[in-house]
């Protein structure tokens, strides 16, 4: 029975399946996919890579381990998103989308500060993720240099060319360097005191609107060391100029 096989007609998706099931299937898709992540993130930021087990994940978010696979390639994908995904949306900088060049030195410190801490407003998610940054810190996988590379460096950057432009300097040195680490630091702390802070004063980041007060009140500390640090500048180049007369 050599007879040729009839071969049906391609079918596409909304021939195939009633719109009405298509859009279950991608909610329940999405809904499945963002168990196995939050799932991830709590046993990875708990137990860390090594420790954690894909099927201890799927168990966990209640879906076939095949699931893994078919979302995010492998365990490893799997870390990855975890990692990337936990913090908010990627962007390359924080100047990202914004004229910072254009605005006064208070506006884009404002800007600054509110991109920093935006992820804080995602509560549990966030809290999970910055347990993973600082677990990836102790046992690295190598996410943590990609991260550095990826939006560390480019942050910084901007904000080392903003500074350069409000202390009236052409060259950047190591001053102006310690100045910017000096300005995302006042920022890291809210990050890095999180268990302080809900120990001593937990009205300071208890709402959203807390989280605001920070920003304005780590944009004026940041002004007052930016105008410092330009005065600075003056008195010495001043002086370098009397002693060369």
């Not at 879906?63 to 949306?89: C, H, Q, T, W």
């Not at 302080?196 to 920070?214: C, G, K």
Request: aromatic share 6%; charged share 25%.
């Amino acid at each position: 029975m050599n007879a040729a096989k009839k071969t049906s007609p391609s079918l596409t998706p909304d021939d195939s399946v009633p719109e009405a099931d298509q859009r279950r299937q991608r909610a329940d898709g999405a809904e499945a996919r963002q168990r196995l992540l939050h799932a991830a993130l709590r046993l990875f930021a708990e137990k860390g890579f090594s420790k954690t087990s894909t099927r201890d994940i799927a168990q966990t978010a209640g879906v076939n381990v095949a699931s893994i696979k078919y979302y995010f390639g492998d365990k490893d994908g799997l870390y990855r998103a975890a990692f990337a995904e936990s913090m908010g949306p990627e962007c390359n900088s924080w100047s990202e989308g914004h004229d910072v060049h254009a605005l006064s030195l208070r506006d884009a410190l404002m800007v600054f500060y509110k991109e920093f801490l935006a992820p804080l407003k995602q509560s549990e998610t966030t809290q999970l993720g910055i347990l993973l940054h600082f677990r990836e810190v102790l046992e690295p996988t190598g996410m943590w240099q990609e991260e550095i590379d990826r939006q560390i460096k480019p942050s910084h950057a901007a904000l080392v060319q903003l500074l350069l432009k409000h202390v009236q300097v052409e060259q950047e040195d190591d001053e102006i360097h310690r100045l910017a680490f000096s300005i995302a630091g006042l920022a890291m702390q809210v990050y890095i005191n999180d268990d302080i802070l809900r120990a001593i004063r937990p009205s300071l980041i208890a709402r959203d609107d807390e989280l605001e007060r920070w920003t304005t009140q780590l944009t004026g500390y940041a002004e007052a060391m930016v105008l410092a640090a330009a005065a600075q500048r003056r008195k010495l180049a001043s002086q370098s100029e009397q002693q060369q007369k």
